[in-house]
């Protein structure tokens, strides 16, 4: 296993990164990515253990549903990359077993680089989503045969790949890049399935980064965003080689979305474990901010608190449905249920912005025109700001500014429109969560009781 300076320093590879159009020679020599990197080192160290045959016990499947169950508060709680790691490694090892009928000669190798990876003590980021071009044709047909991932060449020691991955997560902090199809492909298709694990560092791989961190202003201004940030890449393939052994996928286009699937079972997880989080920070940050304004037994805000509390529940109840039918793999590895994960997501993106809603309309305008908190640095205004925005009742201004920065930074700034959009599209969009509850909802058993109802059954 790796520490954390041990981790910052395999980083050192030569990789190209850039962040606002210059390359990053130091990734710590950027405040906005520096926060991050630290962020994972920290989770190198929390988990290091010096032993030779030591293994990231994060990065082991469940092998019951009470040890799926116990790794939530787990994946709530560690930095992004590990848990793209998690779900890289359950991934392929869920993939592993689909291909195992179809496609048995890539088994070995998936199997082979996973065991090594949890050894070597790498983070993995997930490359998934193509740069897709026109939305309306498939791959083939686009007027850019780039649009998608695909291979140029095929040696006999590997193949080389062209194209760009978009919104990847993390992508400048890891050691290896998990390539797959956005989705199934057909015959025809064949040069866009493509599967394969390249590391961040080979020659051709550059990786383009955006991020909500703030920059040159008050960290406690952004009380979450400040230290818990992360960048979003673009990752571009310029004929990148990839040997043989880390191919995991190609021209199969009857397998293309294995691993996507596979993915989905694992990152909707993560998605809905936060989601719950989530929810339950919203309604207190609804609490507390009526009480600092003195509005918290108006029965309209009671009542909106109510629905974000209802809501809130809601959400954790469809994750303990999604755990308690949690279903398992040939392999004895459990995830969560599909339907109940998926419905669960579906629910928390539809109503995240009523929610946010509530919470602004209970808190009022100060969210956005609050004073610095550097403001209360100065001794000439301090005295005025703390009278002025304070309440009275212990309620002092400086306290109450600081509820209004944690409610703009987490929902009304560009951490706020950043989870905005992750919590529509991350995992898939709520189209894809609609597709697997028409799949897997038992509607003859509903349309059964309707003819009940009406009198029809059996009939």
């Not at 994972?40 to 082991?60: F, H, Q, R, S």
């Not at 997560?169 to 025809?188: C, E, N, Q, R, Y």
């Not at 058993?445 to 003819?451: H, S, T, V, Y």
């Amino acid at each position: 296993m790796l520490t954390g300076q041990q981790y910052k320093d395999s980083l050192r590879d030569g990789r190209r990164v850039y962040f606002e159009g210059k390359l990053v020679d130091d990734l710590e020599s950027v405040p906005a990515l520096a926060v991050p990197l630290q962020r994972a080192a920290d989770a190198y160290d929390a988990y290091y253990d010096p032993a030779p045959d030591a293994v990231n016990p994060v990065t082991m499947a469940p092998r019951s549903p009470d040890e799926l169950r116990n790794r939530i508060p787990v994946i709530t709680e560690m930095d992004l990359l590990t848990n793209t790691t998690y779900q890289s490694l359950m991934t392929l090892s869920v993939a592993a077993a689909r291909l195992e009928a179809h496609a048995p000669e890539f088994v070995p190798r998936i199997r082979q680089y996973v065991d090594g990876a949890r050894r070597a003590d790498v983070r993995i980021a997930e490359c998934i989503t193509d740069a897709k071009g026109n939305r309306s044709l498939s791959p083939s047909q686009q007027e850019d045969p780039d649009s998608y991932v695909r291979v140029v060449e095929r040696r006999p020691d590997g193949v080389v790949i062209r194209g760009a991955k978009l919104h990847i997560s993390a992508a400048a902090f890891g050691h290896d890049l998990m390539v797959m199809p956005t989705k199934s492909m057909k015959p025809g298709e064949e040069d866009y399935s493509i599967a394969a694990i390249v590391p961040v560092g080979a020659p051709g791989v550059t990786i383009t980064n955006t991020t909500y961190h703030p920059r040159n202003r008050d960290d406690r201004d952004f009380p979450v965003s400040s230290r818990d940030s992360i960048p979003d890449s673009m990752v571009i393939f310029d004929d990148v080689f990839v040997p043989t052994e880390r191919v995991f996928l190609d021209g199969q286009t009857a397998q293309a979305a294995v691993f996507a699937h596979s993915l989905g079972l694992w990152e909707r997880l993560g998605g809905v474990s936060f989601m719950v989080q989530q929810a339950d920070e919203l309604v207190g940050l609804a609490s507390l901010i009526a009480e600092a304004n003195g509005t918290s037994r108006i029965s309209h805000v009671r009542e909106k608190i109510d629905e974000m509390m209802i809501h809130a529940t809601l959400l954790r109840a469809g994750l303990e449905a999604a755990l308690s039918h949690a279903q398992a793999t040939p392999e004895g590895y459990y995830y969560p249920d599909d339907m109940y994960t998926n419905v669960t997501k579906y629910q928390g993106a539809a109503q995240f912005s009523t929610m946010v809603r509530h919470l602004h309309d209970i808190a009022g305008g100060a969210v956005v025109t609050a004073p610095s908190m550097s403001d209360f640095d100065n001794p000439d205004l301090a005295p005025l700001l703390d009278k002025y925005m304070g309440t009275g009742s212990g309620i002092s201004g400086k306290y109450r500014t600081q509820l209004f920065h944690a409610i703009r930074d987490t929902t009304a700034d560009s951490f706020g429109g950043w989870h905005h959009v992750t919590n529509l599209q991350s995992g898939g969009g709520m189209f894809a969560q609609r597709l697997v509850t028409r799949k897997n909802y038992d509607i003859e058993r509903a349309r059964e009781l309707a003819l009940k109802a009406a009198g029809l059954a059996g009939s």
